[in-house]
């Protein structure tokens, strides 16, 4: 049993630039960018390989290799992670380690920039959604079907997997998320209210619940502690419930926690006022 820590594009211009790839002329950045977008459209495309198939089992290669020539080459997973983190502590071993198992990453804001500077391929959450992250000051850049119907599809329902591929979403394997430390910094002082409004997660705690609640399929991590045991349990192709039973316990105290400390600051904001 592992043990977890105690506490709790449109086509032709992707034509165009394919060939401008193969042929070696490739500007700086180019690279980068296609793959990411190729990745983004494997995400989709890949369901439709496996529809016919119920449920959906992890296999342990990817299901396409794409070679483009020279040092080009891309892969479509048919396992995707996700990963939203505030505090980014051992993000390179897990972003590497979940590329090494077959895994691709679809990752938002920091998060994706961190990885890509570790050199771990990513696939930026908004080329899933086809939402820019500045749609309403990014306050719903996760919230979109895209991302909570590959979370919370049931693997061992027909139904749930036909929905899925007819829209043309992919299913997540593996959510880490992790949450900004909201009490900390509005207690530290100096913060107006309509700015500690602001910092109130949204997206981080719906994709947290809706992969604990489906933790039958999916994995979900909250404390970089437990990324050595979710890797090692990974590699073991394993199907543990009751490690999957335990990270959902995890995910859902650490959303307990988050609210508990919206709450208790948006209290005393309140008590402080009535008695002004």
Known sequence: ???LATTPTTTPTVAKNCILCISGRVLPGF???FQSSLVAFCHSFSLSLRSNFYPVKATAKADTN????GSVSVHCFSKQSLISL?????????GKGLQSLGYSIISTGGTTSSLENEGVSVTKVEQLTWFP??????RVKTLHPNIHGGILARRDK?????ALNKHGIGTFDVVVVNLYPFYDEVSSGGIEFKDGIENIDIGGLAMIRAAAKNHKDILVVVDSQDYSALLEFLQGNQDDQLFRRKLAWKAFQHVASY????SEWLWKQTVGVIRN
């Open 259 to 262: 609210d508990s400390a919206v």
């Open 31 to 33: 690279v980068q960018w």
């Open 158 to 162: 027909k139904h749930h997997m036909e």
């Open 1 to 3: 049993m592992l043990g």
């Open 133 to 138: 992250k500045m749609v309403l000051d990014g």
């Open 86 to 94: 505030f505090d980014k502590k051992d993000l390179a071993f897990l």
């Open 66 to 69: 794409f070679d483009l020539g």
